[in-house]
């Protein structure tokens, strides 16, 4: 058993490895998940602020335009002529305009973040992918490096290699 515990710390070596980078790349996917939600959260706020925008621009034109007909009526009594003081309506089509442009703003921001939480779902996907491959990768590299060093060579054999070392395997590779 002496002559095989290097090989079998080796593989235990390469097996700590390949566990450590797939744990990271779940890590990792993990972590961009809860990203692109947070992303989704402060998007659906930005809706929340979208329609609140809206509403408030709505009701401030239409008590501007309250205003503006009550103020409207009280100059028409005063002066006792029809349409001689008549309201333009520009106030009231600002107000609704600003409104528009900060609902819109809103809107999109809101969009971006949508856009940017797939992004990072996709990103947690590939980096989970890429550390599987790169897990993988390095346990064959290093496999590799080993067999190709002669590390696998069963001691005592005149017959060449064997893979695995003979790990498991008592003298002369009998069970």
Known sequence: MAKYGMQILQA?????????AVRSAQSEE????AQADALNYNAKALDNQAVTAW????????AHRRRARQQEGALRASLN????????????LNL???????????????????YQ?????????????????????SLLGNFAGDYSAGKFKKQGSSTGTSVGGGIGRGVGGKG
């Open 30 to 33: 993990i972590n961009a998940n």
């Open 12 to 20: 235990a070596a390469y097996a700590v490895t390949a566990v450590a």
């Open 96 to 114: 609704r305009y600003e409104g528009q442009i900060k609902a819109v703003a809103l809107e999109d921001e809101a969009k971006l973040n949508r």
């Open 117 to 137: 939480a797939v992004s990072e779902r996709i990103r947690g996907k590939n980096a989970k992918r890429g550390g599987y491959l790169s897990a993988a990768s």
């Open 55 to 62: 509403q408030q621009a709505n009701a401030s034109e239409e």
């Open 81 to 92: 002529q029809t349409g001689t003081a008549r309201a333009t309506g520009v106030g009231l």
